[in-house]
T-cell receptor, first 110, second 111 residues
Framework: DAKTTQPPSMDCAEGRAANLPCNHS???????VYWYRQIHSQGPQYIIH???NNETNEMASLIITEDRKSSTLILPHATLRDTAVYYC???????????FGTGTSLTVIP | NAGVTQTPKFQVLKTGQSMTLQCAQD?????MYWYRQDPGMGLRLIYY???????DKGEVPNGYNVSRLNKREFSLRLESAAPSQTSVYFC??????????FGPGTRLTVL
């Protein structure tokens, strides 16, 4: 599975959009981009995933560049409860090996 | 529907002691996973089971054994605990092609 690179930390003002980048320059054609988050020391929580088209659900939007070498997770209106570590993972759809890396620690500031 | 449950929530062991961490899921998922998370680090895969009766090594399997008891249960055993195994252990499950669901974690300290 491809490795990912994320900034170690970011801040975002409450109510503003949080844009979390991820580089995955070695992603292969059958690999999807997944985003999870981990609040405090709880188990990670699934957010969204995509292959090449942009995706949106009730939690977030995922923007994947045309060459698929990078992506951005967007939390449209960040709240204090969105403070968490966000992990970007790439893996084959049927794959079982998940490499979480160290993620981005997002702090939402009142 | 409890999702993924783990027992115990906390455990303190002495070096050389053994213990089994239990995990169960009630979502009828085929695949189950064990991860460890050290302070300030991301999760690392220890073992996984793609289906009942099968297990495979992940990134950091040394010092651990697993058993897929049935479709619902996947246990992780430390035969001779070492301080380097002090960590938070997470169990997860999923259906093929879908996202993983995680348990609340077991916080293990080995003295």
């Amino acid at each position: 599975d491809a490795k990912t690179t994320q900034p170690p930390s970011m801040d975002c003002a409450e109510g503003r959009a949080a844009n979390l980048p991820c580089n995955h320059s070695t992603i292969s054609g059958n690999e999807y981009v997944y985003w999870y988050r981990q609040i405090h020391s709880q188990g990670p929580q699934y957010i969204i995933h995509g292959l090449k088209n942009n995706e949106t659900n009730e939690m977030a939007s995922l923007i994947i560049t045309e060459d698929r070498k990078s992506s951005t997770l967007i939390l449209p209106h960040a709240t204090l409860r969105d403070t968490a570590v966000y992990y970007c993972i790439v893996r084959a759809f049927w794959g079982n090996q998940f490499y979480f890396g160290t993620g981005t620690s997002l702090t939402v500031i009142p | 529907n409890a999702g993924v449950t783990q027992t115990p929530k906390f455990q303190v062991l002495k070096t050389g002691q053994s213990m089994t961490l239990q995990c169960a899921q009630d979502m009828n998922h085929n695949s189950m996973y064990w991860y460890r998370q050290d302070p300030g680090m991301g999760l690392r895969l220890i073992y996984y089971s793609a289906s009942e009766g099968t297990t495979d090594k992940g990134e950091v399997p040394n010092g651990y054994n697993v058993s897929r008891l049935n479709k619902r249960e996947f246990s992780l055993r430390l035969e001779s605990a070492a301080p380097s195994q002090t960590s938070v252990y997470f169990c997860a499950s999923k259906m093929e092609g879908n996202e993983q669901f995680f348990g609340p974690g077991t916080r293990l300290t080995v003295l």
